[in-house]
């Protein structure tokens, strides 16, 4: 299980408060991704980034952020802008630029109090 | 962009019994096809994945198979136990700005009855 990390594991916002999920990565991995899933949606991407300082877009990005300072991190930020934050935040990671498997972290549960 | 569809939503199986779970995908140009398998609160882990230069792959009781003509594959599960129980998400690449990213399907709750 080791290589990917996230955390806190759990954590609760109250609403109009932003809050910053921690992602980390030991395997080298130029490539990190987030993903929100929510019951029955499956996973949803909502940034991605392929190489530092670059990140692009994913399906669902209104209301979150992030950055890309070192290889290892990818810091995601939910902010007030987000309308339905409470869900589960999945980091992954991955070798290169072509599809390659996808190592995941042990997610992190956000609840909006 | 990539569409990928997932059915059943639910599947519930004997012990012993087989299960098959089946993806459909858009994009023909498409040439990456994981399978990954997620227990309750836990993280989802790649359980097999197919590349399309082959139409069949097998892991001990884990095969997937691949149609590229109609476009969709499949992961088949024989002589299901119970820690087969979980959800398994299929997924299909997506190109972006010069790169990759992965679309994933619904997923499948499978259950296992001992």
């Known amino acids: 299980d080791g290589g990917i990390t996230q955390s806190p594991k759990y954590l609760f916002r109250k609403e109009g408060q932003n809050v910053t999920l921690s992602c980390e990565q030991n395997l080298n991995h130029d490539a990190m991704y987030w993903y929100r899933q929510d019951p029955g949606q499956g996973l949803r991407l909502i940034y991605y980034s392929q190489i530092v300082n670059d990140f692009q877009k994913g399906d669902i990005a209104e209301g979150y952020s992030v950055s890309r300072e070192k290889k290892e991190s990818f810091p995601l930020t939910v902010t007030s802008a987000q309308k339905n934050p409470t869900a589960f935040y999945l980091c992954a990671s991955s070798r290169g630029l072509a599809p390659n498997e996808q190592f995941f972290g042990p997610g992190t549960r956000l609840t909006v109090l | 962009g990539e569409n990928v569809e997932q059915h059943p939503s639910t599947l519930s199986v004997q012990e012993g019994d087989s299960a098959v779970i089946k993806c459909t995908y858009s994009?023909?140009?498409?040439?990456?096809f994981p399978w990954y398998k997620q227990e309750l609160g836990k993280r989802p882990q790649l359980i097999i994945d197919?590349?399309?230069?082959?139409g069949e792959k097998k892991d001990q009781r884990i095969a997937v198979t691949l149609n590229k003509t109609a476009k969709h594959f499949s992961l088949h599960i024989t002589e299901t136990q119970p820690e087969d129980s979980a959800v398994y998400f299929c997924?299909?690449?997506?190109?972006?700005?010069?790169?990759?990213?992965?679309?994933f399907g619904k997923g499948t709750k499978l259950s296992v009855i001992p």
């Open positions: 994009d023909s140009a498409s040439n990456y």
């Open positions: 197919i590349r399309s230069n082959v």
């Open positions: 997924a299909a690449p997506q190109r972006g700005a010069g790169s990759y990213q992965l679309t």
